[in-house]
């Protein structure tokens, strides 16, 4: 059984600078593709993140250049560390790890953490 939990959110400013953390219980971070998505209010939960096993990352569009992606295999522990915030990156930021062949479908993770939010000001 892989148990995920996710710290690190909070509220922040326009432009400010956020890190998350997943701690990974039961499977090693880099045995399994591990992702961040997030969900805002009224709306579905999006893929945000991913990184494969291999160390390969994948960013949606509305990220890249300002999220990044990282891993501790020491802590079995996974990042997300959000540069540039922006009001609409106000989220419920979830970790979620698998085997996966799609890193953005929701549907193919059985593991996910308890969410964090995540709050940008304008």
């Known amino acids: 059984q892989v148990q995920l939990v996710e710290s690190g959110g909070g509220l922040v400013q326009t432009g400010g600078s956020l890190r998350l953390s997943c701690a990974a219980s039961?499977?090693?971070?880099?045995?399994?593709?591990m992702a961040w998505f997030r969900q805002a209010p009224g709306k579905e939960r999006e893929f945000v993140a991913a990184?494969?096993?291999?160390?390969?990352?994948a960013y949606t569009d509305s990220v890249k250049g300002r999220f990044s992606i990282s891993r501790d295999n020491a802590e079995n522990t996974v990042y997300l560390q959000m540069n540039s915030l922006k009001p609409e990156d106000t989220a419920v930021y979830y970790c979620?790890?698998?085997?996966?062949?799609?890193?953005?479908?929701?549907?193919?993770?059985?593991?996910w953490g308890q969410g964090t939010q995540v709050t940008v000001s304008s």
């Open positions: 979620a790890a698998d085997l996966v062949s799609r890193v953005d479908d929701t549907s193919g993770y059985n593991y």
């Open positions: 990184m494969w096993p291999t160390g390969r990352t």
């Open positions: 039961g499977r090693t971070v880099s045995a399994v593709t």
